[in-house]
């Protein structure tokens, strides 16, 4: 049996167990129960986070960072748009209470720093940036996103449920657009079938 259609079987099975007992919609009480309690954490910086950049010299756009959290480190990837200066950069950095500071490596010796402070419960992060290297360098300017998915909310819908394990099991056969969540459910870096029986544990505690 191919790892595919074992995965397939496996999803099958936690698909009738988990939406046999919380509901496929997440509106349930324990879909409700976890939801607000990865809400009440405001530790973690972990998950994916949206917003826009304004330069001081250039226009202004999004920029999309997807963020992971081991102790006072912070690592993941980082988004900019309607920029022809860089576009997905690599991102290392550190946390210290409500102040984070880190870097974003793009193509060549182009670098973005930001610093900036974690508000309202570490539902948004906004600072500054300035960047070194390429077309684009001595530009500075002010950033300012939301997180708007945490792990295991692959969808980003808001909620973690049976949905996110069928979006992350449909994207991983089929392909195509990247998720608009945080897939990497068991935060091992990659996303893969073992997230989709991460999701399902998560439901079921």
Known sequence: MTSIRRAACMLALFVGVVFLGVGVGGTGRDGQAIAAAAQASTDDLTGRWEGTWDSSKFDEGTLTALLAQS???????????????FSVGAVSGTVSGDAVVFGAVFEGDVRADFEGTVRDDGAMMEGSYKVSGGACAGDTGTWHIAKIARPCDANGDGMINGRDALSLFRFLRRGGNPLSGYPDCNRDGLVNFRDVIAIFKTIAR
């Open 71 to 85: 102790a006072s480190s912070l690592s993941g990837e980082v988004t900019i748009t309607d920029t022809a200066c």
